[in-house]
């Protein structure tokens, strides 16, 4: 079935980097766009970024453009989300979700909280 697996949140201060990845298995990865997504505390989901089956088209929230960047890899079914000079408004639970025809599936989510 499939399985969407991030890793990589934390703790991390004001003006840090983290790298989250997101793990699949279950589809034929190469064959379908990704995006990256988070929710914070009292805040409807957001998209934060997104990126075709190919890897040569991303786009990405204008609250996040010059300092995240998606990136995947189809040799390993796993697609990235680079997030650097990080704000405290960034806090929330970001979770990576696949474009597969119908509703989609979801990960499980990791939290990032950006905090001095």
């Known amino acids: 079935q499939v399985q969407l697996v991030e890793s990589g949140g934390g703790l991390v201060q004001p003006g840090g980097s983290l790298r989250l990845s997101c793990a699949t298995s279950g589809f034929t990865f190469s064959n379908y766009a990704m995006s990256w997504h988070r929710q914070a505390p009292g805040k409807e989901r957001e998209m934060v970024a997104h990126i075709i089956n190919t890897g040569s088209k991303t786009m990405y929230a204008d609250s996040v453009k010059g300092r995240f960047t998606i990136s995947r890899d189809n040799r390993k079914n796993t697609v990235y989300l680079q997030m650097n000079n990080l704000k405290p408004e960034d806090t929330a639970v970001y979770y990576c979700?696949?474009?597969?025809?119908?509703?989609?599936?979801w990960g499980q989510g990791t939290q990032v909280t950006v905090s001095s």
């Open positions: 979700f696949a474009r597969l025809p119908g509703p989609g599936y």
